[in-house]
């Protein structure tokens, strides 16, 4: 939820910087227009709005650093892009891929596009907009500030002092519902809620309703 437009038009004035944008929490969440924003390398994982297993990741890249990669010596093989494209060409990857997942994100694309994808972003403004109201209602504040605040997953700050670790203990057990009670420095100080992937407003409200409970 950067301000990719402004950042892009400031690199605009430096064509040797290249633009690598993580998207990995907002791919099919947000809308991203890759090439109208000139992003050279764009990366995601399965595991987040596209509501697979993990252990599988996705990257698209421009010409223009097809062109970048070309020139770069000793680029190794594991992310070398060229030898993605090559091999791509002959319906190939590099290395063994992991066919359970291109199959699961075949069926996920069917239902994505069955959705469409306006319709998908909307699903998840308007379920993020439940758990923001949530956070509003029930006197706790946001991590993040605002204007940079993901629309797929929403990191809570433990303002109201609650003991967070025995909070998703108690969800988990009662309702079978399981929340991140925040990780490294962060754990326990704050909380996230997802909305994004196969979430309906339904279900936000059901995980809402159950944290209500919990409280």
Same mark, same amino acid.
């Given at each position: 939820?950067?301000?990719?437009?402004?950042?892009?038009?400031?690199?605009?004035?430096? @064509?040797?910087? #290249?633009? +690598?944008?993580?998207?990995? /929490?907002?791919?099919?969440?947000?809308?991203? =227009?890759?090439?109208?924003? *000139?992003?050279?390398?764009?990366?995601?994982?399965?595991?987040?709005?596209?509501?697979?297993?993990?252990?599988?990741?996705?990257?698209?890249?421009?010409?223009?650093?097809?062109?970048?990669?070309?020139?770069?010596?000793?680029?190794?093989?594991?992310?070398?892009?060229?030898?993605?494209?090559?091999?791509?060409?002959?319906?190939?990857?590099?290395?063994? @891929?992991?066919? #359970?997942? +291109?199959?699961?994100?075949? /069926?996920?694309?069917?239902?994505?596009?069955? =959705?469409?994808?306006?319709? *998908?972003?909307?699903?998840?403004?308007?379920?993020?907009?439940?758990?923001?109201?949530?956070?509003?209602?029930?006197?706790?504040?946001?991590?993040?500030?605002?204007?940079?605040?993901?629309?797929?997953?929403?990191?809570?700050?433990?303002?109201?002092?609650?003991?967070?670790?025995?909070?998703?203990?108690?969800?988990?057990?009662?309702?079978?519902?399981?929340?991140?009670?925040?990780?490294?420095?962060?754990?326990?100080?704050?909380?996230?809620?997802?909305?994004?992937?196969?979430?309906?407003?339904?279900?936000?409200?059901?995980?809402?309703?159950?944290?209500?409970?919990?409280?």
């Amino acid at each position: 939820m950067n301000p990719l437009g402004e950042t892009c038009s400031i690199l605009a004035k430096y @064509p040797d910087v #290249a633009l +690598i944008l993580d998207t990995v /929490s907002s791919f099919s969440g947000v809308k991203i =227009e890759m090439d109208a924003l *000139r992003i050279d390398v764009m990366l995601t994982g399965a595991q987040k709005a596209l509501a697979l297993p993990p252990g599988f990741s996705l990257f698209s890249v421009s010409q223009r650093a097809f062109a970048r990669a070309a020139k770069v010596p000793n680029r190794g093989f594991y992310f070398d892009f060229l030898e993605f494209r090559k091999e791509q060409a002959e319906w190939l990857t590099p290395s063994t @891929p992991s066919i #359970a997942h +291109i199959h699961a994100l075949q /069926s996920k694309l069917d239902e994505i596009f069955e =959705e469409g994808l306006e319709a *998908r972003f909307e699903r998840h403004a308007r379920t993020n907009a439940l758990v923001h109201e949530w956070v509003r209602r029930t006197g706790f504040e946001f991590f993040a500030e605002q204007g940079f605040r993901s629309k797929t997953l929403t990191c809570v700050k433990n303002n109201k002092g609650i003991d967070v670790l025995e909070f998703a203990r108690k969800l988990r057990e009662k309702h079978h519902l399981v929340i991140d009670p925040g990780y490294g420095k962060i754990r326990g100080q704050t909380f996230r809620l997802s909305n994004m992937g196969d979430e309906t407003e339904e279900t936000v409200s059901h995980l809402l309703a159950c944290l209500d409970d919990v409280l």
